[in-house]
């Protein structure tokens, strides 16, 4: 239109063929996330970054690296324990643990912690605040 440029200009055509559970279904299939948390392989991405949660081989230390398909680092075992689930690292075979007065939060060790996984409440993708 002919108009002073103050932002885009947009109609909006409403679609009546789709409905909210069919677009959760789709952005969980795009993303490759899932709704159910139960045994099983699970890579750990941050959302707000992208990033995957990743071990070290040698040290307790974990970061967040960007994903790399067979890279075991990145691989980690859910285990349901009454609710609550201990995340053990394919490569190290060592479990996330939660320590206090580190420059860490988390990091890797051989005692089994258990966390809860909360959903984050995201209308369209499934995701979870593990605490």
């Known amino acids: 239109k002919a108009t002073p440029d103050t932002g885009s200009d ?3 055509i409403p679609v009546t063929n789709i409905t ?3 677009v ?3 952005v969980s299939q795009k993303l490759g996330a899932t709704e159910k ?3 099983g392989w699970y890579y750990l991405q941050n959302i707000g970054v992208g990033v995957n949660l990743t071990a070290n081989l040698t040290g307790p230390s974990i970061t967040g690296m960007p994903q790399q398909k067979n890279d075991y680092s990145q691989l980690w075992y859910l285990t349901n324990v009454n609710g609550k689930f201990t995340i053990k690292n394919a490569l190290n075979e ?3 643990i939660g320590v206090s007065g580190a420059n860490q939060n988390y990091q890797t060790g051989t005692k089994q ?3 809860a996984f ?3 409440g995201d209308e369209y993708a499934p995701s979870f605040y593990i605490k």
Request: avoid cysteine.
């Open 20 to 22: 909210t559970e069919q």
């Open 113 to 115: 912690s258990t966390f």
């Open 24 to 26: 959760r279904a789709n």
């Open 10 to 12: 947009w109609e909006l």
């Open 118 to 120: 909360n959903s984050t």
């Open 37 to 39: 948390v139960e045994n």
């Open 94 to 96: 060592r479990y996330v």
